[in-house]
């Protein structure tokens, strides 16, 4: 698999009018070719402002993605996005999953499996987020929880080049709280070992394990050089060019 080692990928969720989002991307696109070779970053802007972003940093080698997506081609879904138009936009990945659609639109696994179909369908990478909340981590079943939705959520047959898993335990999103090195690397073993037992350890084992949840650059390094984490799902420090790029630059 020739890809990067690492997926930087930033969420900017539903942040920033148009010229903000200019000139965050446009930070992004000049930072982008001194990124370490080893990353592969990607911006995921509200819809609205894709194709801006998207025009913003052609020829910087950063990518753009959509926060999620119908599972149906078209039709009747007032406010919804479909996979297809994403790629049409110039996306190459799309985040599924993510705790605040869990959260706040009711998505359950089975419909974050369908949207990851949809994104496969559709020629899109999806990101998969799995996490715990913290009362699952306080009875301690964060990684039995987190193999729960991998399995889940996960569609038949992808390998490395076709998906990448974010985990972001919900009580770390935004909150400045992060797990400990150990907690971490305990949930990525759980996911790779979910993922090697459903594809077979070829396929399993060569799929990007993101970590997400308050990342920023001066945590970033303790967290990417941990065995089976693979890059960063970035939030509030994404809406930065600079952090997001020196976070980029820990994976050096
Ligand atoms: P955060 O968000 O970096 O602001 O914690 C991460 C995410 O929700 O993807």
């Known amino acids: 698999m020739s890809q990067p080692e690492y997926l930087i990928a930033g969420n900017w969720k539903m942040n920033g009018l148009g010229a903000d989002a200019d000139a965050l991307a446009k930070g992004v696109a000049a930072g982008a070719s001194s990124a370490p070779a080893v990353t592969e970053l990607l911006v995921c802007p509200p819809y609205l402002h894709i194709d801006r972003v998207s025009a913003a940093l052609a020829g910087s080698g950063a990518q753009v993605g959509g ?3 119908h599972n149906e081609i078209s039709g009747a879904f007032t406010g919804d996005v479909s996979a297809e138009m994403l790629a049409d936009m110039g996306c190459s990945y799309v985040i599924v999953g993510h705790s605040e659609r869990r959260d706040g639109h009711r998505e359950g696994d089975p419909a974050i499996w369908a949207k990851a179909s949809a994104a496969l369908r559709a020629g899109l990478k999806p990101i998969i987020c799995v996490g715990e909340t913290e009362q699952e981590r306080l009875a301690g079943k964060a990684e039995e929880t987190v193999a729960r939705q991998v399995r889940a959520c ?19 999103i935004g909150s400045g709280r992060t797990p400990t090195r150990d907690e971490i690397a305990a949930v990525h073993k759980a996911m790779r070992d979910a993922l090697e037992d459903m594809l077979g350890a070829d396929a399993g084992g060569g799929i990007r394990l993101l970590y997400g949840g308050s990342v920023k650059p001066s945590n970033a390094k303790e967290i990417m050089t941990l065995d089976n984490v693979n890059g960063a799902l970035i939030g509030g420090a994404s809406l930065k060019a600079e952090d997001f790029l020196g976070i980029a630059a820990t994976c050096a």
């Open 67 to 69: 926060q999620d997506c």
């Open 154 to 172: 996960t569609p038949d047959g992808v390998d490395g080049s076709k998906i990448a898993l974010a985990y972001e335990p919900v009580w770390a």
